[in-house]
C-alpha cells in the first residue's frame, strides 16, 4: 500500500526528518488561506513516477497564480488518475541532491539501505550510480556510514546523511515498510538536509498491526481506486449484487487482494485457480493450447483455509464472468478434501440462480483434482459445466468450448 | 535432511480449528505427532495429543523435539519460532501466511546464528510419502519412489507429484518451500539437502516466472549439485506484470535482476525445461535412463 | 531517578497498561471539581515503600471527607518527606494481586522479569514467593509465558498478565529504565487484570536521550529534594556563592550526583577522592586509624576527564567543609597529571579566598599522587594544608590532626 | 590474553581533545595504534596517527585489526563497538563513562554471540607494564614483574600498583574492569585470563563492598583458579548505604546476594584479604613464597 507524498512527508516529520513547511490542499481556494510564504510549489498527489514530466508540479509566485495552476493541477489526468489533493510547499534551495531507500531484498532476506549521489526526478539515472548496503544484523547507525562513505560523501555530510537513514530505518521497522525513499535529500549550500520528495510503501500484511496507517490506507483506496470501484458497484447492479453486503473495510482488502491477482486480457476463456502457481501453469496451458484468456484471478482455496466468505467465492466468478468477451469459464480447484462439498454447492447455486442470463452466453469447465468429483458431477448435472478432473483434458475441453 | 518418521513432532498453536485438523492428518498419516502447545491449556489432551503451555514444557516431559509445525495467528509466528528456537529445536515448518516481511527478517537473523531450518511461511511443508508428513500436502498425490520435488508453490506442487504419481514416478521428499516473498528456506539449501539425501535420485524444481531466486538456483545446481534436475517455471506464457510494486521495482533495479531470463538461465546450463506439468515424468524418466 | 505514583502510570496508560480513572491533586479544594466517582482512594504521591502503613493512603466516600483526607496527607510527612501532590484514583475489586517487575541484574547482565502470585502492599511477602526469568536474548513475549508459568498462572490468564509483561518491557527498553514495577496488578472475578500501583526509576546515564523524561526528573527533584537544595542554598549564602552561578539544569545533576555520593556522618574529618574505590580505602584507613569521618564525597577528577567545571570543584570543597563539626579536610587525589596544575591553582584559590574563614577551624591534607607534588608544596605554602605524598602518611596526619 | 605489543590497535573518537590524549599516551607507551576512526576526517593523519572514516577502511588499509579503544560519546559508543565487531574485532576496551546499561546489554548479547571480550565502559582498560598501554593507566605507577591486578576501581587500582611498585613487585597485567554496574568482562573471565598467562604468577583482585561480582568471584578462585589470589575489597569499614536505590534492593531480594558477606566469602576458602593497600605487597610475597 503506497502513501501520498504529503503522506509520507507527515511520517518524515514525526521521526525528525527535516521536511519544508507545507500545506495540504483540498480545493484551489484554499490557496486563499495559505500560511506559506511565496514562491511556492503545487505539486499533484498521484502515485506515479512521472508526475512531474507530465504537468503535475507547478512553481507559481502569488495567489492568482497559485490558484489558476492548481485548477490546471485538479484536472490534469497522470496515467488515468486525477488528485485528489494538491501538497503546496515552500521552495528550496538545494546544492546537492541525493537519493536515499530502504527496502527488502528477498533473496538475501534482509533489508538494504541505498542511496546515490545523483538523485533528483529522474529515478532511472539515480539507479545507475547507486550503492548498497546489506544490513545483515540489526541495524545501527555504522551501516548507514559505511554507505555515505561508498557514494564518496565526506567531512559532516557522512554524519547529517547517515542520520537521515537512520532516522529512515526506524521508520522502516517501526511501520513494517515495503520500501521508504526520499528522492531528493536537498542539501543546501550550508550543509542542511531536506526531504524534498519521499515514498513509503506499506507492507500489506503488517497493515493490522498499524491502525494509523490502516486509515490512511482506507483513504487512498478510495480515492486511487475509484474507478475500480466503480467497475465492481456496476457489476453489484447487473448481476449478483453480492459486494453490496461487503462492508467498505472487506471490499478494500477484496479489492486491493484483485488488484494483485486479477489481470485482464482480450481472450474469450476466464480462468480461475486457486494458487498463484496453478494459476500460472494454467494460463501457460491455455495459451500453448491455443487458446485466449479473457482473465486470470487467482483465489485461496485450500483444505484448510476456511472457505470463509462464500461472498468472496461469488464476487470472484462474478469478475471473471462479468466481461462480454468471456466465452468460457475454466475453473482449475486442486487440493481441497474438505472444503470441496461446500464449493460444489457454491458452483451449483452460481451457475443454478444465473442460468437465465448465462447459459447462452457462458460454458464452464470446472476441473477439481482432490476433492469428490463422482458427488460433483452429480450435482452439476444439467447445468452448463463439464466436470473434469485431468488438468490436460480440462484445458482441451475449455479450449475448444471457446473457438 | 535430519528427520525421519520417528522424529517427534510438536503443533504450535494446537487447539485452533484449523490447527487441530492439520495435527491430525499428520498424526494419521504416521507423523510422531507428541505434544500440540497452546499457552493456558496446557495439561490437557488434545484429540489424544497432550497440550502444553510451553515449549519446554513439551521437551521437558519428551526429551528434545526435532520439529515444530507453527499454525498461530502471523503476527504471533515471530515468537511461536522463537520460543521454539530458545528450546532448542533445529527445524521449524510455518504454515500461516501473512506473516509481515520484517517479523521474517528477524527470524532468520536468529535462525542463521543458531543454525535452525525454517521451512515457510505460506508453505505447504514437507511430506515424504508413507513416512510422515510436516505440513498440508494432501497425501493423496504422493507415492514413495526416487523423485524429490523442490517449490516455491502449494497447489502446483500438488499438480507436479500427481503427474508423477501417475506416471509410476514416486517421491523421496517434497517440498513447498512457501509462497510468500520472504521464506525461510531456499532453493539452494533444498538443493543441497536433497542432493545429500540417499532416497533422492532427481529433484524436480518447480519455480514462478514471478518469483527471483530461481536463476540463483540454476547456477548454483551446474556448480554444485551432482543429481540430475528437471526444472519447471509456470508463467512463462502467462502476460504478468513481474514489478507490479514499486518496492520491487527498485529492488530488480539496483541489484540487476532480470526475472526473463529465467528459462534461459536453466537452458544455460543444460537443465531440462518442462512446458508444462504433464512434460514433467518423460523428462525425468530420460534423465533417470541417461 | 524514580518517578511518582502518577508518572509511572501516565507512562503505563500511554504504553496501553489499563491504569484507573485517575486525577492528579495539588490542592485539596481541586478535589471539588473531581470527575471520578466517588468512593475514591486519595495515595500521597511520594517516593516510600510505607506509604500505606504511614497513613498516606485514605478511602473516601464524599467531597466533604476527600478534602478534609487530602488536608490530612498533605500534612503528613513520610519519612520526612511532604508530598506536593496528591492521587485522586477509581477504587477497584480485585479479586487477586499480582507484583510484576523488570530490572536489569548487575551479574547476568540481562534483565529480569520477576512475577509473585503475592503482590499487594508488602514487597516484602511478594519477594519470597517470587520466581524470575532471565531475558537471555532479544525480548519475545515467550519469556513472560515462561514466568507465567512458574508462578502457576492458568488459562487466559497465562496471556492476558503475559501481555502486560510485554508492555512493561517495552517501557523498560524504550524509556532506559533501572526498573519497572506493577505491584499490585489487580485482577477482577472477570479476569481483567489493573495497575493499582507502579514504580518507574529512569536510568540516569540514559535521561539525555529522553527529554521527556528529563523534564520530569527536574520536576520531582525542585519537589522532592527540597531540603537538600535549601541546605545548598545555606552554603551559597554562608561561603562560596558559587552555587547561584549554576542553572536549575546543571544543580540538579550536580545534587543527584552528590546524592550518591556524598555520605554525611558524626565525625570531623571530611573526605574528598577522586574514585569510588578510592573513597571507600581512604574511608577505611581513616577509621582504622581512629579518626572519625565527618562525611566523604567521591569527585570526577582524572587524566583525561576535563576539569571542566571549576564550580563543581568548589562546591564539592564546600560541601566537605560546610558543617561546623569539620576540623580536617583529607583531599585524596591519585592519576591526575595533565591536570594537576589545574587542581593545585583551585586548592590555592579556594584556601586563600577563604582563609580568613576557615584558617581557625579547618586544617587541609592535600594527597596527591602523580601530579606535580613539589609544585603543590611551593603553591600552597603558607596555605593551612599539608601536602604530602603517600596515603598512610597522609591519614595519619589528617587523623592527628583531627584529635 | 590475546595481546602482545605487536597488536594492532586503533581508536575510535579519535579527533575529540581527550582521545587524541589518550591515543597519543598510549603510543608514546609502545603501544601499536595503527588507526584512529573519526567519521568524515578519514583520509587524514592526525598527530601521526592515520585517521579513517569507518573501521572497515583501516581493516582494509591494516589488515587484522586486534583491539579497538573507544573514546566516543556515551550515546555513540553502542553503534561503534558494533561496527567494530562487525569489522572482525575481537576485544574492544571502553574508556567512555555513562553507557546507558541497556546499550551494553545489546552489546554484550552480540559481543557473546561473537566471541568479542570488552572491556569496560568507565574503565582505565589493559596495561602490561613496559609493554603496551590500552586505556588510560597512569604509566608511572606501574613496573614490570608477576603479578596481575584485576579491578573494579580505577584510582584505586592506581594505588595498588603503586604500592607494588614501591615494594619492587613488578606487574605482568594490570586491568580495570569499568566501575559502571553493567560492564562486559567480569572478574571471572579475567581470573581465567590471567590464570592461563604465562607472565603471572600472581593475582591481585581490588573489589568494592558496593560490587555485587566479589562474591561470586571468591567462589570460582577456590574452584578453578590455580594460582594464588590476594582479595582487597575497599568500603568495609566506610558506613556504605549498599541499597541505595530501590532497583537494587529488588535485585538483592530476588536473587538473594548478601554483599555483607563479601570478605566472608574470600576467607571461607581461604584467599587472604588486605585490610588495606599498604598491607598487599607483605601479603603477595608470603603467597609467593609458598
Not at chain 1, 527496502?103 to 533528483?120: C, N, T
Not at chain 1, 460444489?344 to 452466453?361: D, G, P
Not at chain 2, 516466472?209 to 538456483?217: M, Q, R
Amino acid at each position: 500500500m503506497d502513501l501520498l507524498e504529503y503522506q509520507a512527508k507527515a511520517l518524515f516529520s514525526e521521526m525528525g526528518i527535516p521536511v519544508l513547511p507545507s500545506q495540504k490542499i483540498d480545493y484551489p481556494k484554499d490557496l486563499k488561506r495559505l500560511k506559506i510564504p511565496y514562491p511556492i510549489v503545487l505539486k499533484s498527489q498521484v502515485h506515479t513516477e512521472e508526475r512531474n514530466s507530465l504537468g503535475g508540479i507547478k512553481f507559481v509566485e502569488n495567489t492568482i497564480d497559485a490558484v489558476a495552476a492548481a485548477q490546471t493541477i485538479f484536472n490534469l489526468p497522470i496515467k488515468d488518475k486525477y488528485p485528489v489533493v494538491l501538497l503546496a510547499e515552500a521552495k528550496y534551495n538545494a546544492d546537492q541532491e541525493l537519493y536515499l531507500a530502504v527496502v527488502l531484498d528477498p533473496i538475501v532476506r534482509r533489508p538494504l539501505i541505498i542511496a546515490s549521489k545523483q538523485g533528483g526526478i529522474d529515478t532511472k539515472t539515480a539507479m545507475k550510480s547507486m550503492q548498497k548496503v546489506v544490513v545483515d544484523q540489526e541495524f545501527s547507525p555504522f551501516y548507514a556510514r559505511r554507505l555515505m562513505v561508498k557514494i564518496g560523501l565526506e567531512g559532516k555530510l557522512i554524519e547529517s546523511v547517515s542520520y537521515i537513514v537512520e532516522k529512515m530505518y526506524q521508520l522502516f521497522l517501526e511501520k513494517d515498510l515495503d520500501l521508504i525513499e526520499i528522492n531528493p535529500l536537498g542539501i543546501s549550500p550550508k550543509g542542511e538536509v531536506m526531504a524534498l520528495d519521499g515514498k513509503v510503501s506499506v507492507n500489506n500484511y503488517a497493515l493490522g498491526r498499524h491502525p494509523d496507517l490502516g486509515s490512511i490506507a482506507g483513504k487512498n483506496i478510495s480515492n486511487n481506486y475509484a474507478i475500480k470501484q466503480k467497475e465492481l458497484k456496476e457489476i453489484d447492479h447487473s448481476s449478483l449484487s453480492v459486494m453490496s453486503n461487503i462492508n467498505v473495510a472487506s471490499s478494500e482488502t477484496l479489492i486491493s487482494d484483485y488488484r494483485l491477482k486479477f489481470t485482464e486480457l482480450q481472450g474469450n476463456i476466464g480462468i480461475l485457480c486457486n494458487g498463484e502457481g496453478l494459476t500460472m501453469a494454467t494460463v501457460d496451458m491455455v495459451i500453448q493450447a491455443q487458446g485466449k484468456p479473457a482473465n486470470f484471478l487467482n483465489i485461496k482455496l485450500g483444505d484448510y483455509l476456511e472457505l470463509k466468505d462464500r461472498y468472496q467465492m461469488f464476487a470472484a466468478l462474478d469478475l471473471i464472468t462479468q466481461k462480454e468477451n468471456v466465452k468460457v469459464v475454466l475453473i482449475n480447484v486442486i487440493g481441497i478434501v474438505e472444503t470441496s462439498d461446500e464449493l460444489i454447492t457454491i458452483v451449483y447455486e452460481y451457475l443454478n440462480k444465473f442460468k437465465s442470463i448465462y447459459q447462452a452466453r457462458i460454458r464452464f469447465v470446472f476441473r477439481l483434482l482432490g476433492g469428490k468429483i463422482s458427488k460433483a458431477r452429480e450435482r452439476l448435472l444439467g447445468l452448463p459445466v463439464e466436470v473434469i478432473e485431468n488438468l490436460e483434458d480440462a484445458v482441451s475441453k475449455a479450449v475448444s468450448l471457446s473457438e | 535432511m535430519d528427520l525421519t518418521r520417528y522424529s517427534k513432532v510438536i503443533v504450535q498453536g494446537i487447539t485452533e480449528k484449523i490447527s487441530t485438523q492439520i495435527a491430525l492428518a499428520m498424526k494419521s498419516f504416521g507423523t510422531n505427532v507428541v505434544a500440540g502447545i497452546s499457552p493456558g491449556e496446557g495439561g490437557k489432551q488434545w484429540h489424544g495429543i497432550p497440550v502444553f503451555s510451553l515449549v519446554e514444557q513439551a521437551v521437558a516431559k519428551v526429551g528434545v523435539i526435532d520439529v515444530s509445525v507453527i499454525v498461530m495467528p502471523a503476527y504471533q509466528v515471530l515468537d511461536a519460532a522463537l520460543e521454539a528456537i530458545a528450546s532448542g529445536l533445529k527445524q521449524i515448518v510455518i504454515i500461516t501466511e501473512g506473516v509481515p516481511p520484517l517479523d521474517m527478517v528477524k527470524l532468520l537473523r536468529k535462525a542463521e546464528a543458531t543454525e535452525t531450518l525454517i521451512v515457510g511461511p505460506n508453505c505447504a511443508g514437507i511430506i515424504v510419502p508413507d513416512q510422515f508428513l510436516l505440513g498440508t500436502h494432501p497425501t493423496r498425490f504422493y507415492t514413495p519412489g526416487p523423485i524429490g520435488i523442490i517449490s516455491r508453490s502449494n497447489t502446483l506442487t500438488y499438480e507436479v507429484a500427481w503427474e508423477l504419481t501417475k506416471s509410476r514416478l514416486g517421491q523421496s521428499v517434497s517440498v513447498s518451500l512457501g509462497c510468500d516473498p520472504i521464506v525461510g528456506s531456499s532453493f539452494i539449501q533444498w538443493l543441497q539437502i536433497l542432493d545429500e539425501d540417499d532416497d533422492t535420485e532427481l529433484i524436480v524444481l518447480v519455480g514462478e516466472v514471478g518469483g527471483v531466486s530461481e536463476e540463483v538456483a540454476a547456477s548454483y545446481i551446474s556448480e554444485t549439485i551432482d543429481k540430475p534436475v528437471i526444472a519447471y517455471i509456470a508463467g512463462t506464457y502467462a502476460p504478468i506484470n513481474k514489478n507490479y510494486s514499486y518496492a520491487s521495482y527498485v529492488i530488480n533495479a539496483i541489484v540487476g535482476r532480470k526475472t526473463e531470463s529465467k528459462i534461459a538461465a536453466f537452458e544455460e546450463v543444460n537443465i531440462p525445461v518442462a512446458k508444462r506439468p504433464s512434460d514433467i515424468p518423460s523428462l525425468v524418466r530420460n534423465s533417470l535412463e541417461k
